[in-house]
């Protein structure tokens, strides 16, 4: 497939584009930096914004499918939402479908009713970003567009692609220990899966050991 991809620097973002190339997909990379990204074949490197829709919708023409690992900085929490609409329009825009972007884990249940960001326990430093994200997944919810939104599990960080894991559609993945974790090499994998099969199509889920 034509896959451009936004954020593809980022920690999540370059796993992507890992999986993507060795898959075999065409992919756009777009960053705000484009000497942060090596040349590879199958890979072109372009700077652009995702928070201005008119440069999404000249940036995605004619792609198959657009993948959003966009994160914002602590201190610019809103541009979450902000880039969420910038990207939904852009794609209007230029007549894409698919959407797929990287979600956050605090707004899946642990319980019923009851989701991780309103937990007694959960961490005073992360409830902005948490909040961010679940915002943003409220507003693609309504997008009049292929959309998928992609959690990971609590703990998402560098490891190990096993292409071994467990997917759920709103609820927390824990394992018998209770933790809920995901290396970013096998959210990736998922997140391609995703993209290639089509199973959870208007729907957001989310993955985890």
């Avoid at 797929?100 to 009713?113: C, N, Q, T």
């Avoid at 989701?115 to 909040?131: C, E, N, R, S």
């Avoid at 970013?184 to 997140?191: G, I, L, N």
Wanted: glycine share 10%; proline share 4%; hydrophobic share 45%.
């Amino acid at each position: 497939m034509k896959v451009v991809l936004f954020g593809a620097s980022g920690m999540i973002g370059s796993r992507i584009l890992s999986e993507l190339v060795t898959r075999g997909h065409s992919v756009t990379a777009v960053v705000r930096d484009t000497t942060k990204l090596p040349p590879v074949d199958g890979v072109t490197a372009k700077q652009g914004d995702c928070l201005d829709a008119d440069n999404v919708a000249e940036l995605v023409k004619g792609s198959d499918a657009v993948i959003s690992a966009y994160a914002p900085g602590f201190t610019s929490l809103g541009n979450l939402v902000l880039a969420t609409k910038a990207l939904i329009a852009g794609l209007q825009k230029a007549g894409v479908r698919r959407l797929l972007v990287v979600g956050g884990a605090a707004s899946l249940e642990v319980a019923p009713g009851v989701q991780l960001v309103d937990t007694p326990t959960f961490p005073p430093d992360w409830k902005g970003i948490a909040l961010a994200h679940r915002d943003a997944l409220a507003v693609i919810k309504g997008a009049d567009l292929d959309w998928t939104s992609l959690s990971p599990a609590a703990l998402i960080e560098p490891g190990v692609r096993t292409g071994t894991f467990r997917l759920a559609t709103d609820q927390l993945v824990v394992d018998e220990k209770g933790d809920s974790k995901i290396s970013a090499e096998d959210f990736a994998v998922a997140m391609v899966d995703e993209l290639e099969k089509g199973v959870h199509v208007r729907q957001r889920f989310t993955v985890g050991y």
